[in-house]
Nanobody
Framework: QVQLVESGGGLVQAGGSLRLSCAAS????????LGWFRQFPGKEREFVAG???????YYADSVKGRFTIYRENAKNTVYLQMNSLKPEDTAVYYC???????????????????WGQGTQVTVSS
């Protein structure tokens, strides 16, 4: 069982920055493939960013160039640095982990085995 706990959400003005953190339990964090998703009210979760166990990164087109995903294996933590935030980035953000070591398809929710509880990000105009 892996537990994921997000933090760092909050209220920020448009153009500002936030850094989300996701702390994971487990002894083999370095072997997890990880992702960040977000969910708008009344919508399905959508992919934001992913990072493989070998540090390959993937981004949704809507956040490319503004968001950066990175991990610190020594701290069992994955981060999402969000810059140049826009009101349309307002959502609940979730981190997710794929621990199965099967083929990882970062953009698809079904590939992930564990999810955090989510953290609210609100960007005011």
């Amino acid at each position: 069982q892996v537990q994921l706990v997000e933090s760092g959400g909050g209220l920020v003005q448009a153009g500002g920055s936030l850094r989300l953190s996701c702390a994971a339990s487990g002894r083999t964090f370095s072997r997890y493939d990880l992702g960040w998703f977000r969910q708008f009210p009344g919508k399905e979760r959508e992919f934001v960013a992913g990072i493989s166990r070998s540090d390959t990164t993937y981004y949704a087109d809507s956040v490319k160039g503004r968001f950066t995903i990175y991990r610190e294996n020594a701290k069992n933590t994955v981060y999402l640095q969000m810059n140049s935030l826009k009101p349309e980035d307002t959502a609940v953000y979730y981190c997710a982990a794929d621990v199965s070591r099967n083929l990882w398809t970062p953009r698809f929710q079904a590939t992930y085995d564990y999810w955090g509880q989510g953290t609210q990000v609100t960007v005011s105009s």
